[in-house]
């Protein structure tokens, strides 16, 4: 089945070091995206990507880098500029508009 | 720009009992309106969406909703509420190829 995979679902990193979540998916989708998720705060775009090569800043990305060198990969790496990286992190894809989101399961990161 | 309130930050509903959660959008063209659901810990599930045509739209797990243009609303309805229906629940607005989020409505449901 298609779908979009995630990990690790857990994640622990020291302060100070930069760490990579992985995001593939096989559903040919063009678009891929990086949610970030606190409570009560709903998601908030970090970067998203519409095509292999190419990518943008979301509202919040600073803190973050991506890359898009396959069309089914858009791996985020949190850096260690990004003040409070604690959170829920969310890949997404679409194939456009139309479809609405396809996501994945989510990786929790915690920072100590 | 555009915007998605979801006004609602929690309800709470017996078992059984009818739900009307809510969904205003600001946006200047005609929109394509979507509801996501998420259970603790894990991704969002797409449960309907709005692009055009009759504006009561049927989902999955029993849910629907209706978009009024003259109210800028896409509320969410179920009839007959499940212990399972306890989650979080997130409206969005489709524009370009970016999808604007609410902040989304905590559901409690009780016995």
């Known amino acids: 089945d298609g779908g979009i995979t995630q990990s690790p679902k857990y994640l622990f990193r020291k302060e100070g070091q930069n760490v990579t979540l992985s995001c593939e998916q096989n559903l040919n989708h063009d678009a891929m995206y990086w949610y970030r998720q606190d409570p009560g705060q709903g998601l908030r775009l970090i970067y998203y990507?519409?095509?292999?090569?190419?990518?943008q800043k979301g509202d919040i990305a600073e803190g973050y880098s991506v890359s898009r060198e396959k069309k089914e990969s858009f791996p985020l790496t949190v850096t260690s500029a990004q003040k409070n990286p604690t959170a829920f992190y969310l890949c997404a894809s679409s194939r456009n508009r139309d479809y609405g989101y396809t996501f994945g399961s989510g990786t929790r990161l915690t920072v100590v | 720009a555009q915007s998605v309130t979801q006004p609602d930050i929690h309800i709470t509903v017996s078992e059984g009992a009818s739900l009307e959660l809510r969904c205003n959008y600001s946006y200047g063209a005609t929109p394509y309106l979507f509801w996501y659901v998420q259970s603790p810990g894990q991704g969002l599930q797409l449960l309907l969406k709005y692009f055009s045509g009759d504006t009561l739209v049927q989902g999955i797990k029993g849910f629907e909703a209706e978009f009024k243009r003259s109210q800028s609303s896409f509320n969410l309805r179920k009839p007959s509420v499940h212990w399972s229906d306890a989650a979080e629940y997130f409206c969005a607005v489709g524009t370009g190829n970016q999808f604007y989020f609410g902040t989304g409505t905590s559901l409690t449901v009780i016995p």
């Open positions: 990507s519409q095509i292999v090569n190419d990518f």
